[in-house]
């Protein structure tokens, strides 16, 4: 790339045929230093220290969000109690195992998020990880399912009549929880875009 322009190079690639983001992808390998030779930017590498981290924090989101939500929908059901089903001591058990789950995964998925943010800003090409992109893109399709999902049976109450507040508050529920996760994701993913 010695005597031309990134944006030369660019479009010569888009002429090409090459994708935007193939295009990006290939351009931000090289670093901008002056220099006989392009010099290539450190590569991402795949360690199992890095996949034991991910898959740890991943798995302590899910519990914690999904425990969250349980704990919601029972405190709802106590709330807005159905006549037609009555609650035995298997609530009380729920109740307790959720917020059990919480005490405990919340606070890790916590601790990991720290820690992986300090590694990240000395050493930005972990932002790069691909077990970290692969789970984050996992947790956005999971979150986008949810939403549908959510959203489905929002509809199928709507059209058999059974609104209830009851109801629209599980929907609610399901609906924040799925938005928030998938939209912190998304926008950690943009921000990797910009980084890079």
């Known amino acids: ?23 990006r992808t ?26 034991f981290v991910y898959l740890v924090l991943f798995t302590t989101l899910y519990l914690s969000v999904y425990h969250f939500g349980s704990l919601l929908f029972e405190l709802i059901n106590r709330s807005f109690p159905d006549v037609a089903t009555p609650y035995g001591n298997g609530v009380a058990r729920s109740i307790r195992w ?32 691909a077990v970290r992109r692969w789970l984050t893109y996992l ?13 489905i049976t929002l509809v199928d109450g709507v059209l058999g009549g059974e609104i209830t ?3 629209v508050l599980k929907v609610a529920v399901a609906a924040v929880i799925a938005c928030t996760v998938f939209g912190y994701y998304l926008w950690d993913l943009r921000a990797d875009e910009r980084v890079a």
């Open 1 to 23: 790339m010695r005597g031309c322009s990134r944006q030369s190079v660019d479009k010569a690639l888009m002429d090409a045929g090459w994708a935007p983001e193939q295009v």
């Open 26 to 51: 290939a351009l931000c390998s090289f670093a901008e230093v002056e220099f006989a030779v392009p010099v290539p930017r450190p590569r991402p590498y795949l360690s199992a220290r890095d996949a």
């Open 98 to 129: 959720s917020v059990a789950s919480i005490l405990i995964a919340f606070p890790v998925f916590l601790w990991l998020s720290a820690r992986i943010r300090g590694e990240v800003s000395r050493q930005p090409v972990k932002r790069q990880s």
């Open 139 to 151: 947790t956005l399709f999971v979150a986008a399912v949810v939403l549908i999902c959510d959203l």
């Open 165 to 167: 507040v009851r109801f």
